[in-house]
């Protein structure tokens, strides 16, 4: 019995020996886990080989639930990473904001010959990468309400700790990212979009010059290069032209197609406004399509069944039912200096002849001037005065009042239109009650809507086919049809009509996208939100600047022993 003790205890110390460099490396490893979560959860900036450690709550969580040990053992997993944070570059995304330098240079070492220190360093920026990579894809890298880079890791109430864990526990970190993406096919549409623009990047792109306006049939030098630009752009097929410098044949399907491409008349005439745009830099388009990227990151995982696009650059209204598109209507939105604002909420219900009540700032920035210089104005637009507000206002004569006398500091009044054919909400409006007072409705200016640029309105969004809508919000109600509708409008008095069911609204400021044809569409940025948004999309954590775009990007480059390597 003595000898076999002496022969277990002998075994025992050999194992000891064995493993002793493993377990002191990984106790080693595990304090230091421990001591930068707690630095980080006592308020300080930790930072681990050069890179500060943002995710700072979902860390925390992450490794506590973790029981603070690695979990980026595995070098295929810490490989797939890398690779999504490069694909982020797709995106629109800057890899930088996600440790890919460091990663990249640190990651294809065998995690054994690294110092447990290094290790434990390098297990945290893996996991911070992997919370802020999916945290931006989720919901965008720049705060929709502020307009400021976002550099925390549970927004959307999605717990990303327990999607980091649910990821290396199956294996597929790859999948796990692309699934934080936004699903909609638009956005995918866009994002190959970039690629494609991507292959411009770096070709000759010399200005066009100014000069007479080129019409079909002339002769012009710089024809030689508009072709050179449609054919790069994807508008005009390689052809062999007989005299390249004559507008004539495919030149006059192609340049018709540009334009309408980016909003400007398909007219056919290159004039400023047409070489403008032939020479966009291929960056430049670039830019109006990460801007669109991050925009598309803002809204819902889901925009429901059956919904209401309006898109405010795009001067359009789409209504969708299961992904059909049931309508597409062209629409007018707020001038530059009264912009529609970007938001969601729900269509509840609908007004056949609705009354205006003219907004405070409308009636003495807009009204006030008119009534002075026209003491008709009121008369002839239907427009009443009232005194107070609520059940207890008083109908006041517009003849007894000094309208010259009022200032915005002095204006006790309400002006109220009544229904008719001059109403400024035309015959119908669409309600979903909102901290802006913005709406959709009718409008008695019809004109405005064969214009290009289509920026006319206070803020509110005007409707080309308001009826057509209003049938499609109602379907499944089999109370109300188009017909019944227009005969309420005969009877000249309000009615409210509650939909069947809410449906959800979204007014949003795209730039550029690709339409339901597989066209890129680029528009001008009527109100400069570009500009801001990505300034901030390029903002590092620092608050300093990445500066250049990111294009497709590769910073691994696989050794063949890592893939070996074993926990």
């Given at each position: 019995?003595?000898?076999?003790?002496?022969?277990?205890?002998?075994?025992?110390?050999?194992?000891?020996?064995?493993?002793?460099?493993?377990?002191?490396?990984?106790?080693?490893?595990?304090?230091?886990?421990?001591?930068?979560?707690?630095?980080?959860?006592?308020?300080?900036?930790?930072?681990?080989?050069?890179?500060?450690?943002?995710?700072?709550?979902?860390?925390?969580?992450?490794?506590?639930?973790?029981?603070?040990?690695?979990?980026?053992?595995?070098?295929?997993?810490?490989?797939?990473?890398?690779?999504?944070?490069?694909?982020?570059?797709?995106?629109?995304?800057?890899?930088?904001?996600?440790?890919?330098?460091?990663?990249?240079?640190?990651?294809?070492?065998?995690?054994?010959?690294?110092?447990?220190?290094?290790?434990?360093?390098?297990?945290?920026?893996?996991?911070?990468?992997?919370?802020?990579?999916?945290?931006?894809?989720?919901?965008?890298?720049?705060?929709?309400?502020?307009?400021?880079?976002?550099?925390?890791?549970?927004?959307?109430?999605?717990?990303?700790?327990?999607?980091?864990?649910?990821?290396?526990?199956?294996?597929?970190?790859?999948?796990?990212?692309?699934?934080?993406?936004?699903?909609?096919?638009?956005?995918?549409?866009?994002?190959?979009?970039?690629?494609?623009?991507?292959?411009?990047?770096?070709?000759?792109?010399?200005?066009?010059?100014?000069?007479?306006?080129?019409?079909?049939?002339?002769?012009?030098?710089?024809?030689?290069?508009?072709?050179?630009?449609?054919?790069?752009?994807?508008?005009?097929?390689?052809?062999?032209?007989?005299?390249?410098?004559?507008?004539?044949?495919?030149?006059?399907?192609?340049?018709?197609?540009?334009?309408?491409?980016?909003?400007?008349?398909?007219?056919?005439?290159?004039?400023?406004?047409?070489?403008?745009?032939?020479?966009?830099?291929?960056?430049?388009?670039?830019?109006?399509?990460?801007?669109?990227?991050?925009?598309?990151?803002?809204?819902?995982?889901?925009?429901?069944?059956?919904?209401?696009?309006?898109?405010?650059?795009?001067?359009?209204?789409?209504?969708?039912?299961?992904?059909?598109?049931?309508?597409?209507?062209?629409?007018?939105?707020?001038?530059?200096?009264?912009?529609?604002?970007?938001?969601?909420?729900?269509?509840?219900?609908?007004?056949?002849?609705?009354?205006?009540?003219?907004?405070?700032?409308?009636?003495?920035?807009?009204?006030?001037?008119?009534?002075i210089r026209d003491p008709d104005y009121l008369q002839r637009l239907n427009m009443k005065v009232y005194?107070?507000?609520?059940?207890?206002?008083?109908?006041?004569?517009?003849?007894?009042?000094?309208?010259?006398?009022?200032?915005?500091?002095?204006?006790?009044?309400?002006?109220?239109?009544?229904?008719?054919?001059?109403?400024?909400?035309?015959?119908?409006?669409?309600?979903?009650?909102?901290?802006?007072?913005?709406?959709?409705?009718?409008?008695?200016?019809?004109?405005?809507?064969?214009?290009?640029?289509?920026?006319?309105?206070?803020?509110?969004?005007?409707?080309?086919?308001?009826?057509?809508?209003?049938?499609?919000?109602?379907?499944?109600?089999?109370?109300?049809?188009?017909?019944?509708?227009?005969?309420?409008?005969?009877?000249?008095?309000?009615?409210?009509?509650?939909?069947?069911?809410?449906?959800?609204?979204?007014?949003?400021?795209?730039?550029?996208?690709?339409?339901?044809?597989?066209?890129?569409?680029?528009?001008?940025?009527?109100?400069?939100?570009?500009?801001?948004?990505?300034?901030?999309?390029?903002?590092?954590?620092?608050?300093?600047?990445?500066?250049?775009?990111?294009?497709?990007?590769?910073?691994?480059?696989?050794?063949?022993?890592?893939?070996?390597?074993?926990?």
């Open positions: 019995m003595p000898a076999l003790n002496c022969v277990t205890n002998a075994l025992a110390l050999v194992l000891i020996v064995a493993v002793c460099p493993w377990f002191s490396s990984s106790v080693k490893a595990n304090e230091s886990l421990v001591a930068r979560i707690e630095a980080l959860d006592a308020g300080f900036t930790v930072e681990v080989l050069g890179n500060r450690l943002l995710a700072r709550q979902a860390l925390s969580n992450f490794y506590a639930a973790n029981g603070y040990e690695r979990a980026w053992r595995r070098a295929d997993q810490r490989h797939q990473l890398l690779e999504a944070i490069e694909s982020a570059s797709r995106d629109g995304l800057d890899p930088r904001d996600y440790h890919a330098d460091v990663l990249a240079e640190l990651s294809n070492r065998p995690m054994q010959d690294l110092p447990a220190d290094l290790q434990a360093d390098l297990d945290l920026l893996f996991s911070d990468a992997f919370l802020m990579l999916g945290s931006h894809l989720l919901e965008g890298k720049v705060s929709p309400h502020t307009i400021h880079a976002e550099w925390t890791a549970n927004r959307r109430q999605r717990n990303m700790g327990q999607v980091l864990a649910a990821a290396l526990a199956n294996g597929d970190i790859g999948a796990a990212v692309d699934a934080l993406r936004p699903t909609h096919s638009d956005y995918h549409r866009l994002v190959q979009a970039r690629q494609t623009m991507t292959e411009l990047l770096g070709q000759p792109w010399l200005p066009i010059p100014t000069g007479q306006t080129i019409r079909p049939g002339d002769r012009d030098h710089r024809l030689i290069e508009i072709r050179r630009r449609l054919t790069a752009l994807g508008d005009l097929s390689e052809s062999d032209a007989t005299d390249p410098s004559l507008y004539g044949g495919d030149l006059e399907t192609a340049v018709p197609l540009f334009q309408a491409r980016h909003g400007l008349e398909p007219d056919g005439i290159i004039g400023p406004a047409t070489l403008t745009a032939f020479n966009l830099l291929p960056i430049e388009r670039m830019h109006q399509i990460d801007a669109s990227l991050e925009r598309w990151r803002w809204l819902p995982e889901s925009l429901g069944e059956r919904f209401v696009l309006v898109n405010i650059a795009g001067y359009e209204l789409k209504m969708i039912d299961r992904g059909v598109e049931l309508l597409r209507q062209r629409v007018i939105v707020g001038r530059p200096f009264r912009q529609t604002p970007v938001f969601s909420d729900r269509i509840r219900y609908l007004v056949v002849n609705p009354t205006w009540t003219v907004p405070r700032r409308l009636m003495i920035e807009d009204q006030l001037p008119q009534i005194r107070g507000w609520g059940a207890d206002r008083q109908q006041i004569d517009p003849a007894a009042i000094n309208w010259g006398t009022l200032s915005p500091n002095n204006f006790p009044y309400q002006l109220v239109q009544d229904p008719g054919p001059n109403n400024a909400l035309g015959q119908i409006k669409f309600m979903f009650p909102n901290q802006y007072d913005i709406y959709l409705h009718d409008t008695p200016s019809r004109d405005l809507f064969g214009r290009v640029d289509r920026s006319f309105s206070s803020g509110c969004i005007r409707v080309e086919q308001p009826f057509a809508l209003a049938e499609q919000l109602l379907l499944g109600d089999p109370n109300w049809n188009r017909a019944r509708i227009h005969n309420m409008v005969g009877s000249n008095q309000p009615k409210t009509i509650l939909l069947p069911e809410p449906v959800p609204v979204y007014i949003q400021y795209w730039t550029a996208w690709v339409d339901d044809r597989g066209q890129l569409q680029f528009r001008n940025d009527i109100y400069n939100r570009d500009s801001r948004l990505l300034a901030r999309l390029r903002e590092d954590a620092s608050g300093g600047s990445h500066g250049l775009t990111p294009a497709t990007v590769s910073y691994q480059e696989t050794q063949a022993n890592d893939d070996k390597e074993q926990p």
